[in-house]
């Protein structure tokens, strides 16, 4: 009794897979890194969008500020001109 597995019938044609060039590789490899560059570009709008919701609400105090600030320097340059010029 033996053991051994069978011969495969080489009769039948076998399956044979074309490889890709490296050409079409790299034009497979450019349209997925595309597909993902726009997923995360969609990701980082819509979350973009909320930080910015969340950032108004912080921010806007202190650039009311910083204005009020930047205000009052204009202000003391404008009466220091005013005072040098005769």
């Known amino acids: 009794m033996s053991t051994l597995p069978s011969k495969p ?9 074309v490889l ?7 034009n497979r490899f450019r349209e997925v890194m595309k597909d993902i560059g726009i997923e995360i ?3 980082l709008k819509k979350e973009g969008k909320e930080l910015e919701r969340e950032l108004q ?7 009311k500020r910083a204005r009020l600030e930047i205000e ?5 340059l404008e009466e220091r001109v005013a005072k040098k010029q005769p």
């Open 9 to 17: 019938d080489l009769t039948e044609p076998t399956e044979v897979q």
């Open 20 to 26: 890709p060039t490296w050409h079409d590789l790299g």
């Open 41 to 43: 570009g969609h990701t």
């Open 57 to 63: 609400v912080r921010l806007l105090p202190a650039l």
């Open 72 to 76: 009052k320097l204009i202000s003391r």
